[in-house]
């Protein structure tokens, strides 16, 4: 069952409501319903003091309600009428919204170290290949990428969203993103890849994964030399570091070691950081915000749309310029495609499920 909280006007307050009640960041409520509907088609408040979207909705995200038929018959409606009113009020239709909403908890519960099968049998799909399908369709990258710093929140016209534990928000002004979003496959993909290498550089003898294999090459004139696997490996977590730092306004990260097991905790927490950073600057559509450098001497101004652009690009460069030194110490290694990403997911996904 999703519960909720609602907003008044002097702030967020939980209210003992039957879930799901709603979670409201703005004044404006769900479709903004001017009437209250009831099965005999007389508009009037119901009884019970609550409004009658919110008893639409209790219905449709019910745990026990998997059908429109069961949806409606809690509502005391015809699915037809059922179906008409919650869709004229909140612009989705009963089971498109149950389904997103779905959707959404299982991201964040996967997030949370939930199996993909569980958190797919939880959203009331018969099969994890079904889920994943509509999970990667969804979020724009298979739920095996998702890690707890993943945007849970999906396209919804009405601004109904899961919010942990087990509440729904409302945005005041919905905002829409493609059904694909390629920022988030290549900013999951980065993490996922540069993890990779990371892993297969640890298996490397310490004179090999230090090897100077391309003197005097440069990625970023201000970075220095990146002549051996282990700084290039370096440099790649680092970049995120340093940007996090300057967008969350901190001061200069500690430089953390960079054998092997030190990258690989450095690069999980700035991996998953970086994740929800991205994401919330995509959910509040933040791209052409200014982001003041102090850490620069002196200090730059940089929008945080050409923040992402630069992390992602140079990222790409060295991953691939990892690829060819770990492919002249003897190691193999993929292109690190993000098609081929995609692919070995669903895959593994169809695999550990068959």
């Known amino acids: 069952m999703v519960s909720a909280v609602t907003r008044s006007a002097e702030g967020m307050v939980r209210r003992p409501l039957h879930p799901p009640t709603l979670r409201k960041n703005g004044q404006a409520t769900v479709g903004a319903p001017r009437t209250y509907w009831s099965h005999d088609r007389t508009h009037h408040r119901p009884p019970s003091g609550r409004d009658r979207l919110r008893e639409l909705l209790d219905a449709v995200l019910s745990e026990e309600n ?29 089971v498109a919204l149950r389904r997103r909403v779905l959707l959404e908890r299982a991201a964040w519960q996967i997030g949370q170290g939930a199996s993909v099968t569980d958190a797919a049998f939880a959203a009331g799909y018969e099969s994890v290949e079904g889920f994943t399908r509509a999970f990667a369709r969804a979020f724009g990258h298979p739920p095996s990428a998702t890690t707890a710093g993943s945007g849970r929140w999906l396209p919804a016209p009405n601004g109904v969203h899961f919010h942990p534990p087990i509440h729904l928000w409302v945005e005041e002004q919905p905002k829409g993103r493609p059904s694909m979003d390629v920022t988030a496959l290549q900013v999951h993909h980065d993490v996922d890849d540069t993890a990779l290498l990371i892993r297969l550089a640890a298996d490397l ?18 970075d220095g030399p990146e002549e051996s ?34 990258l690989r905790l450095r690069h999980e927490d700035a991996g998953s950081r970086w994740i ?22 002196p200090p730059e101004s940089f929008l945080l749309g050409g923040v992402v652009a630069h992390v992602l690009t140079y990222s790409a460069h060295r991953r691939l310029s990892v690829r060819h030194m770990l ?15 995609l692919q070995e997911r669903y895959e593994r996904a169809r695999y550990e499920h068959s």
Request: aromatic residues 6%; contains cysteine.
């Open 66 to 94: 998997n059908r429109l038929s069961e949806m409606a018959g809690q509502a005391h409606a015809s699915p037809f009428h059922f179906s008409r009113v919650l869709s004229r009020d909140t612009g989705e239709s009963p």
């Open 205 to 222: 003898p310490e004179a090999e994964y230090r090897k100077v294999r391309e003197p005097g090459r440069t990625t970023l004139t201000w």
């Open 229 to 262: 696997i282990a700084t290039t490996l370096d440099r790649l977590v680092w970049a995120k570091e340093m940007w996090l730092a300057s967008i969350e306004g901190a001061d200069t990260p500690g430089h953390g070691g960079d054998d092997p097991e030190s």
């Open 276 to 297: 929800a950073t991205v994401t919330d600057i995509g959910r509040r559509d933040a791209w052409g915000d200014r982001l003041i450098d102090a850490l620069c001497d």
């Open 327 to 341: 492919r002249a110490a003897g190691v193999e290694v993929g292109h690190g495609d993000p098609l081929e990403w």
